[in-house]
Structures are given as C-alpha cells and as structure tokens.
C-alpha cells in the first residue's frame, strides 16, 4: 500500500506562484511515474504534469512554461513549482503514484490540496 500526503496549496493572487509537494510512503517501487492532476468544480480530473523515475516529463499544455514538476527520489517525493498562476488554474490538486504490480499499473491518490487563485 502507498500513502500521499500533499502540502503547500492556498490562495494567491494572479501572477503569483505556489509551490506543492507530495511525500509517499509504504511500498514504493523504484519504477513509478509520479505526477499531478487537478479537478475544478463542474470539471474532470485532468492530468497537470507527471515526471517518471528516469525523471522524463510530460505537462499540460495550459501549464507549459508555467509549472514545473520535480521529483526527489530519495524522499520519495513529488513536487509542483506553479509559477504565474490564473485563475482557470483554481482547483484541487491530487497527487498521483503509479506503479507496476506485475502486469497491471496500479494508481494511489493523495488527498488533494485546493489552489485558488484570484484575479
């Protein structure tokens, strides 16, 4: 079993930044891909960014040039840099881990963090 613990959402103004981190615990395996998702309301979770453990890295393409995923292996962490922040990025953020179990992927959220941004 895999816990996520996410921190550092809140309220900023537009233009401002916000920094997420994600710390997972239990069985990690060192083949993961790790990323972020975020839903507003009314709205599918979409995926926001997602880092795999060779660090290579997809992004929306509403966040490129904007975000920044980052992973720390040896925590065991994930973390968002979310810089220039508008309101269309208002949402919950949820931590993702997704990882191998023999032929399947397997995938554990974290709680979410809510990131509101004001115009």
């Known amino acids: 079993q895999v816990q996520l613990v996410e921190s550092g959402g809140g309220l900023v103004q537009a233009g401002g930044s916000l920094r997420l981190s994600c710390a997972a615990s239990?069985?990690?395996?060192?083949?993961?891909?790790m990323g972020w998702y975020r839903q507003a309301p009314g709205k599918q979770r979409e995926l926001v960014a997602r880092?795999?453990?060779?660090?290579?890295?997809n992004y929306a393409d509403s966040v490129k040039g904007r975000f920044t995923i980052s992973r720390d292996n040896a925590k065991n962490s994930v973390y968002l840099q979310m810089n220039s922040l508008k309101p269309e990025d208002t949402a919950v953020y949820y931590c993702?881990?997704?990882?191998?179990?023999?032929?399947?992927?397997?995938?554990?959220w974290g709680q979410g963090t809510q990131v509101t941004v004001s115009s």
């Open positions: 880092i795999t453990s060779g660090s290579s890295t």
């Open positions: 993702n881990v997704r990882q191998p179990l023999g032929a399947v992927w397997l995938d554990y």
């Open positions: 239990g069985s990690i395996f060192s083949t993961n891909v």
